[in-house]
Nanobody, 125 residues
Framework: VQLQASGGGTVQAGDSLRLSCAYSGLTGSSVTVSWFRQTPGKERVFIAGTRRYGGSAIYADSVKGRFTISKDNAKNTLYLQINGLGPEDTAVYYC???????????????????WGQGTQVTVSS
């Protein structure tokens, strides 16, 4: 299994950005793919997750309304659309995958076995 995140960069406050995560080796119907982010000195936190096939997306309360997770199974790619970026969104963004998660555990980073390398998003005010 491999995941590779891309699309980060330095943007202005108020801009939008779309992150991508290309993955391979994820087979089966029970795969969950998610986004997390991490700032220096803090723990990696859950942003959004979705089943690769079917299911509804789950979002952290802090990002509802501004972040949208989506996927293109034909391209084996996960996306994260971020609108209205602010300095508080500056972080390294990671994609991750796990098998067999149920809804209450989607936000638990310890459940994820596979991680991408992260992509830096820096928002200037």
């Amino acid at each position: 299994v491999q995941l590779q995140a891309s699309g980060g960069g330095t943007v202005q406050a108020g801009d939008s950005l779309r992150l991508s995560c290309a993955y391979s080796g994820l087979t089966g119907s029970s795969v969950t793919v998610s986004w997390f982010r991490q700032t220096p000195g803090k723990e990696r936190v859950f942003i959004a997750g979705t089943r690769r096939y079917g299911g509804s997306a789950i979002y952290a309360d802090s990002v509802k309304g501004r972040f949208t997770i989506s996927k293109d199974n034909a391209k084996n790619t996960l996306y994260l659309q971020i609108n209205g970026l602010g300095p508080e969104d500056t972080a390294v963004y990671y994609c991750a995958a796990a098998f067999g998660l149920i809804a209450p555990t989607v936000a638990d980073r310890d459940r994820y076995n596979y991680w991408g390398q992260g992509t830096q998003v820096t928002v200037s005010s």
